[in-house]
Structures are given as structure tokens and as C-alpha cells.
């Protein structure tokens, strides 16, 4: 009897996996659908590749090219120095640190915390930073305010895979007289995954944030040539154009939006091959 119950338990275990994945797919394929619908009939080689015109917002010529240039400028910069502080971080709390170490623990708490903050909290907080400062909106103001923004995510990703790596293999490494830093390449290589799927994470949530830019970065028709100058994102420009009450203008925004889709699934693709490819060759 107990062997059966066990069976109609997995059963339904696995009605309710399986019902959670239609759902998810569901959802995933009407917005793609809603997106692609209104947006690839009106999206042309020119939106990709100039500038806003004159009255591009009221429906004239022009493109949206220093949105995508601009949001490009911001995921890159802040995905490059997130890492440059969360490997360091990641390294810290499991090479010289001891599992049970409270400094650890409370960090770790920390660090949920952050992760757990909204991004216009983060904006606001940048906001707030700059006027204390008396700096104004600007490409370097949003690349801070992301970086502040995926630092707790890479940090989270990366510690939970580098928890689990066998305390046998990092021994092994001091055995044969490694140091501390030369164990940190054993530890890389186990991460290498990790790594990969942490920066997707990032830039998914990174190029998608329209809130912490909006106050941190501004929004300019032109491409920045410096930190100092505001730049466009793709989020602010979809937000921008829905706005607006063309309904020509509103179809802009979908074609802004298709190619914000198509730049994450590249970027999601690429993240996917090299987190294979890690993970073929792991030691």
C-alpha cells in the first residue's frame, strides 16, 4: 500500500512540475507574441541605425539607435565591474574564511538583503548620492547605479556554487604546498559555470531596468561620448514612446522592444555556450 501511495504521490508531483512549466510557457509566449505582433511590422533598418529625428516622437523620421548604443555602454561597463568585485568577495568568504565564520554569515545576510532591493530603491539612492554632490545625470551616474545593482547578484550566484565545492579538493590543494591565491584557480575552475550564469542573470536584469537609469542616467537623442553626458537606454525609450498618444509612436515602442528581446536572447545564447563549454572542461 505504501509503495502505491508513493507512486500517486510522484504522479501528482509531477502533474503539478509539469503544470508549473505550462504556465511559465504560456505567459513567456503571449508576451513574446504581444511584442513581436505590434513590433516587426513597423521595426526597419532605419529605427537600428540612425538617430531620433526631428519629431521622432511624434511619429516622424529617425531611429532609436542611441538607445540601443546607450544601454549597451551601461550592461557592459556595469557587468565588467561587477565582476571585478564580486569574484574578489566570492574568493574572500570561501578561500579564507571559514564556513562557520560569523563575519560570513552576517555577510551573507547582507548581501540577500541587497539582492533583494528593488532597482528604483537603488535609483533613488544614486539620485540622492549625485544631488548631494552636485552632479548631474549622466552615463557614468547609470553604470554605478548598476553595478550596485548586479554586485549582490553575482555575489549570491557565485557563493552558493562555491559553498558546495568538496572541502577534500581545496586540502588537496594545500597539501601539495599551494598557496591560498594558487588555490583560488582550483576554485575558479569549479566556478567557471557559475560564473558564466551569474553574469547572464545580471545583464538580463541589467538592460531590462528602466527605473535606476531613469534617475541616474537621463536620457539624451544623441550617443554619449563621454561619462559625463546623459545617455538613452532601451527600457526609458519604450517607456517613453508608450507614452506617447500615437498610436504609431506606441508601435515604435514595440519594435524597441524586439530589439531588446533579440539582444538578451543573444546574449542569454552566448552565456548558454559558455557555460557548456566550462562545464565540459571543468577539472
Known amino acids: 500500500m505504501s509503495v502505491k501511495l508513493k507512486f500517486i504521490e510522484e504522479k501528482i508531483a509531477r502533474?503539478?512540475?509539469?503544470?508549473?512549466?505550462?504556465?511559465?510557457l504560456f505567459f513567456v509566449l503571449n508576451v513574446l507574441y504581444a511584442v513581436l505582433r505590434r513590433g516587426l511590422p513597423v521595426l526597419t533598418w532605419e529605427m537600428v541605425s540612425s538617430l531620433p529625428g526631428g519629431g521622432f516622437y511624434i511619429g516622424k523620421e529617425g531611429g532609436?539607435?542611441?538607445?540601443?548604443?546607450g544601454s549597451l555602454y551601461i550592461v557592459l561597463a556595469s557587468t565588467t565591474i561587477g565582476l571585478l568585485i564580486a569574484i574578489p568577495v566570492v574568493f574572500y568568504l570561501n578561500t579564507y574564511l571559514k564556513k562557520t565564520d560569523r563575519f560570513a554569515?552576517?555577510?551573507?545576510?547582507?548581501?540577500?538583503?541587497?539582492?533583494?532591493?528593488?532597482?528604483?530603491?537603488?535609483?533613488?539612492f544614486g539620485f540622492t548620492i549625485m544631488i548631494y554632490l552636485g552632479l548631474r545625470a549622466s552615463?557614468?551616474?547609470?553604470?554605478?547605479?548598476?553595478?550596485l545593482l548586479i554586485i549582490p547578484i553575482l555575489i549570491r550566484t557565485l557563493?552558493?556554487?562555491?559553498?558546495?565545492?568538496?572541502?577534500?579538493?581545496?586540502?588537496?590543494?594545500?597539501?601539495?604546498?599551494?598557496?591560498?591565491?594558487?588555490?583560488?584557480?582550483?576554485?575558479v575552475r569549479q566556478i567557471a559555470p557559475a560564473i558564466a550564469t551569474a553574469t547572464l542573470l545580471s545583464i538580463g536584469r541589467s538592460i531590462g531596468d528602466a527605473a535606476g537609469?531613469?534617475?541616474?542616467?537621463?536620457?539624451?537623442?544623441?550617443?554619449?561620448?563621454?561619462?559625463?553626458?546623459q545617455a538613452a537606454t532601451l527600457p526609458l525609450s519604450v517607456f517613453f514612446q508608450l507614452s506617447a498618444p500615437q498610436l504609431e509612436v506606441q508601435d515604435r515602442a514595440y519594435a524597441a522592444a524586439v530589439v531588446l528581446t533579440v539582444i538578451?536572447?543573444?546574449?542569454?545564447?552566448s552565456g548558454r555556450f559558455i557555460m557548456n563549454f566550462f562545464s565540459k572542461n571543468k577539472i
Open 15 to 24: 502533474g503539478f512540475m509539469l503544470l508549473s512549466i505550462l504556465i511559465v
Open 64 to 69: 532609436f539607435l542611441n538607445a540601443i548604443v
Open 105 to 124: 554569515y552576517v555577510a551573507r545576510i547582507a548581501y540577500d538583503v541587497l539582492f533583494g532591493i528593488p532597482s528604483i530603491v537603488y535609483g533613488a
Open 139 to 147: 552615463l557614468l551616474g547609470g553604470i554605478i547605479v548598476e553595478s
Open 159 to 187: 557563493d552558493e556554487v562555491a559553498k558546495n565545492i568538496p572541502q577534500d579538493l581545496l586540502d588537496s590543494s594545500y597539501s601539495i604546498g599551494s598557496t591560498r591565491i594558487e588555490t583560488i584557480g582550483v576554485v
Open 213 to 229: 537609469v531613469m534617475f541616474t542616467a537621463g536620457f539624451s537623442d544623441s550617443i554619449p561620448t563621454s561619462l559625463s553626458q
Open 264 to 269: 538578451v536572447l543573444i546574449l542569454s545564447l
